[in-house]
Every structure is written in structure tokens, then in C-alpha cells.
DNA sequence: CCTCAACTATGATATTTATCATATAAATGT
DNA sequence: ACATTTATATGATAAATATCATAGTTGAGG
């Protein structure tokens, strides 16, 4: 069993604000798992009971609409907390997490976490403060969906991807996507992400290497997202 | 100066877990507001420094997008709160709260919310478990964005007006917005919401009685919206 | 190395939605 | 009460997007 201590998600995520004597608790509650890519972590309407810390890998959040279709609502990466909504609300998860690339996440049982709301207040100040900043990101995206054009989202996305994920040497995107979930990311059609694609390809935008994405002009890009 | 202990948005929010004491100091220090039909209790961008209890009357939370045009994000009503996420954040405020109706508000500054959330951890758990609501909300109102037809979402919007306001002895709908503002909450250009209200009265779903809506045929409405 | 399934790509077409134009109705101020 | 603005309504058209069809590409497993 590994140490809390130098755990990077201790670093980035509300548990910042816990102690030595906290941390021990933890580390010894936890339980490691491995996820593998295309694996879930937790499905819409399971109960959680606890959350997941991601080490490392990133995994998409995601919904399944009355359509059928599955709309990615966002992508959570190493650092960060998993399940906090649900188990504060004490209610079933709401979204979906599943792999994007093989994971390290730590699961800590509901109880433990509890404990703490009780006595470490600037732990739970953590805590809201996180799920007041997911709020404010969910008000500005659904205002996003509901006022851009899919190009402009498309842009946005592509945008967002470069600058939280980074590239890979030879420049493409790190986080890769298929066209069907940056589809699902955007709330579009495949088909009409991948015709976009091929228009911003045409238009230096990007350049599309096999199914991996470089993009080439993030000023025009920039500007095309608004 | 009127008391706290009574007051409607003591019984349904956050504020319930307050006691005798508490409340008194609220009492105390809090400024009560009318605010008129259509104007601004807060605007986005602004520092706010405190929460606003709702006690009568509607307001919306719009947010500007980039193309210039308003989307109303969500609908606030007497016994909820207005800011928390701003102050919580401390941030200025991300969305605009502009009245519907004619409203009574108090304002309670911060430094005396913050002090509660020291010392009363129900109260604390209370703003959590709201806020988390919200944020379900926010991911599942982004979800229909992104999926939902502009049709669909008319539906369900009528439905979700319906439900939660309420109606008018003439069976219209309570909350009365413009064909502008309805526009606004569903994302779409006035003309086709105006075109679609046409529609939907030609089938019998809806009845439009002046600038005023009646729905007539709820299941069908409900199967529409999916 | 080959085969099958899944993914990517593109054309043709239908549907949805926005935009522009114009008309009518309702509200507002003087 | 009248003029002026503002909101609602509808038609015509353009633009955006989805859907259906089909073909090429890639990658995993035997």
C-alpha cells in the first residue's frame, strides 16, 4: 500500500488541506485499482460510496441523453477527485466516468471523507470551493452549446484539448479522442465533426495525421471559436 | 426592520439550519431590497460580497454569451438564495440576476455568512448539498443542449414552467416571459420560438391567449420533449 | 498474413434552424 | 387619444446540421 503523502492528487485536489495524521487514515482506507482504457470507473445511477482519485491516466465524464446518444460532459485528469457531487448529495451518480487511457485512481470510502467535513473546515472549503469552479465551468459550457455553432465548438474543443492536455512530441494531441466522442464532446453529429475536421484540415487550420490531430494555426482557431 | 425566524427563505434553504441566535444576527445586519420588474439585482462581472435571499417574486440568471445574445442559464424563485457560488469562489459574479416580476430580497453580507460556516457545519452542509444540486442541474441542462432539439426543448421548457410555477386562475402560465426571454432559456432565435409556440398551438398542445400560454395536451408535451 | 470489425471519410439529400423582410398587435409616453 | 416604440407573428429564403449511403483505412485477433 503506498503513501498519501507524496500522492500527486494530494498536491492538486481539497485533500491539500488535510495533515499527516489524515493522510495516514487515508493511505491505510484506500484502495489502488487500476482501470484500464475503455473501462468504466463508475456508471450513471450506480451508488458510489466514496471517491476516486485519479493518479494517473484521464477518463470522460459522461451522460447518456433520451436519444441514446452519449454527450461527453468533461474530462477529469490525473490530480483530480472523482464522485464528490454524488456522495455529498448522497444520491446515485449523475455521470458516467470511463477510462480515455489506462488509469491509477485511488477509491476512499465515504465514511472516511465525511469524517473530515466534520473537522478539518478548510478541507471542506476545498471541497466546495471545487464544486462551486465545476458549476461555474458547467453554467459557461451549456451556454456554449446552446449559443455556438458546432464550428465554433469544434474550435473551442480543440483549443481546450491543446492547452489542458498538451501534445506529443511529433505535436498531436496528447488526449486522443476518436471522432465519435470529440462528437460527443461538441454535441454533434460524427459525421459532422469529421466533415469539420476535414474543413479546418483544408484550411491549415489543423493537419490530421491518421486519426491524430496537430493543430497548426491557434490564432485563426482562436478566432473561429469566438 | 423585519425578523428572520419567520421568513419563507429561512424555511426552504440553507438558511434552516440556522438557529434562534443566528438568525438574530442576521436580523440584524441584513438590508432589505424591493426590486422592480425588470431590474438588475446584480450583474455579471460585479463583486457581490455577500447572498441574497429571495423572499417573493422571480428572477433569471442570464449570462452574455460572445455573439452578444443573453442565455438564461435558470429561473430563481422565493425561499432560494442568489450568490453563493460567487462568494463561495470569490469571484465576481458569473451570471446576472435580473427580475421577472416585481421582488423582495435581503441581502446579508458575507463576512457574516462566512462566520457560519465555521461554527455550524449543518449550514455548511446545507450550502454544499445545494450547490451540488445545482451542479446536477447545470450537467443535465448542458446534456439537453447539446442533444435536444430546438422542439424538444420548447417542451420541455413549457413542462419545467408549468411544474414548477404553477398557474394562474385562467390556467396560463404563472411566470410570464417574453417570447424573447423563452427564447433565451432554450437557445434559440425569437422567430423560431415564436414559430414553434405557432405550431404547437395549430396541434392543440399549447393555446396562446394573448402573449400568454396555456397547455392544453401535458402527456403530448411530456412525449415531445422525450 | 489474412480477415473481419470498427473507424474514418465523403457524397447526396433531407431536415432543422437562422436570418431577413414585412405585417399586425399591443404597450407606452405625451 | 394619438403617435411611437416594442412585441408578436408569419412568409421567404439561406445556412447549418443530421441522416443515409457507400467506400476506403486501420487495427486486432486468429
Known sequence: MSKCEQCIVREFSSLK???????????ECKTSKIIKKGETIFAEGENVNGIFCVKDGICKMTKLSPNGKDQIVKLVTKGELLGQRSMISEEPANLSAVALEDMQVCFIPKTEILGFFDKNNQFSMNVMKTICGDLKLADDHMVNMAQKSVKERLAETLIYLHETFGTNTDKTLKVQLSR??????????????????????????????????????????KKLAD
Chains 1, 2 share one sequence.
Open 17 to 27: 488541506a488535510l495533515n499527516k495524521d489524515e493522510l495516514l487514515k487515508i493511505a
Open 180 to 221: 465519435d466522442e470529440l462528437a460527443s464532446m461538441i454535441g454533434t453529429a460524427t459525421e459532422s465533426c469529421i466533415r469539420l475536421l476535414s474543413d479546418f484540415n483544408k484550411l491549415g487550420l489543423i493537419e490530421l495525421v491518421g486519426k491524430k490531430i496537430v493543430l497548426k494555426d491557434i490564432q485563426k482557431l
